[in-house]
C-alpha cells in the first residue's frame, strides 16, 4: 500500500462482531483505514449501523459486489454458510480478507489457500475466543504431538444441538457430562456452535483430524471455557480462557469481537507484536 493511503475496509454482516468492528473503525482507526462499505443480507442491519455511526446511510452498499469493489479489505462476519463465497469472490478481486465464520471454510481450505497465493492476497483468521495460539504456532514448528480443546458449557446452551438431543437428557443435570470426545473435524460437524474455535486450533496447528476436541455439558459453567493442552518437543503448553459472552449476541464470546479487533489492528500498525 502506498504511503499515507488509507486502508479502505468493507464489513460483510452487521450483527455483533460487524458492528463493533464498524464502530472501531470509525471512532479509532481513523489514521490508517476508512470504513467503505455495509452489506448484510437484512439491508436494514447495515442502515442502521450506518446511521448510528454517520447519522446516515452513507456506508451502506446494496450488494456483496459492490462491497468488495470499495474496499482492500474484507471483513466476513455474517454466517458459516456465506463464508466460503464472500472469501472467494474477495480473493477473485484480489482483496485481503478477514474470515470470522471459520467453520465455513472448513471443506475449502485447500482451494483457499490456492486461491490467496494465485491472486497475491492475504486471508486473516483471528485467534477468536481461545488463548494459546501464538504458542501452537510457534511449537508446531518444531513438531506436536498431540492437541486437545476441551470446552465446558452450561446445558443450556446445548439446547438444538441435534447430536446431543438424539443421546442425552441434559435437564437437570447435576454433574459433568461428557457429550463429545472425537477429532476437530467431527466436533465442526456435531457441534456447529464450537465450529469456530475448533476450526481455528486445527488451521493454526496440525489439521483437524488429529485436533482432538471433547466437548462437556457442565451444570456449574456460567462462562463458555475452553482449555487447550498442547504436548510438543519445544514445550507442554496450557491455556484457559473463561469467556464473557458478548452483551449484544450471548452465542458470541465477548473476547472473539476484541480478537477481530486487535487483529484489525496488527494489520494497520507497522509494529507487530506477538507471533
Ligand atoms: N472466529 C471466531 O472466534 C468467532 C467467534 C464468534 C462468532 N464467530 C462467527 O462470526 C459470524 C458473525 O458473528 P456475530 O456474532 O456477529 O453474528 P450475528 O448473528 O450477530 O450477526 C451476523 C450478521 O450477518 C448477517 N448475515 C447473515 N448471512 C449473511 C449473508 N449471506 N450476507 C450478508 N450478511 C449476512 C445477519 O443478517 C446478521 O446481521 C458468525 O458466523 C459466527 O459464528 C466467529
Known sequence: ??????????????????????????????????????YDIRPEKAQLLSRKLVKDARFCVGSLETLIRKSDLVIEASCAKAAWEIARKSLLSRRKVMVMSVGGMVGYLEQLFILAAQNNAQIYFPSGAIAGIDGLKAANIAGIKSIVLTTRKHPKAFRGVEYVAKRFKLDGLKKDKLLFSGSAALAVKYFPQNINVAAVLGLAGIGMRKTK?????????????????????????????????????????????????????QILQPVKIGT
Open 1 to 38: 500500500m502506498a504511503k499515507n493511503k488509507k486502508l479502505k475496509i468493507g464489513i460483510v454482516g452487521c450483527g455483533a462482531i460487524g458492528s463493533s468492528l464498524a464502530k472501531e473503525i470509525v471512532a479509532d482507526l481513523g489514521k490508517a483505514a476508512v470504513l467503505a462499505a455495509l
Open 213 to 265: 476436541v471433547r466437548i462437556i455439558a457442565s451444570p456449574r459453567a456460567a462462562k463458555n471455557i475452553h482449555e487447550i493442552l498442547i504436548e510438543s518437543s519445544a514445550a507442554k503448553i496450557f491455556t484457559r480462557t473463561e469467556n464473557i459472552l458478548h452483551p449484544q449476541n450471548p452465542k458470541t464470546s465477548y473476547l472473539a469481537v476484541l480478537s477481530a479487533i486487535a487483529t484489525l489492528k
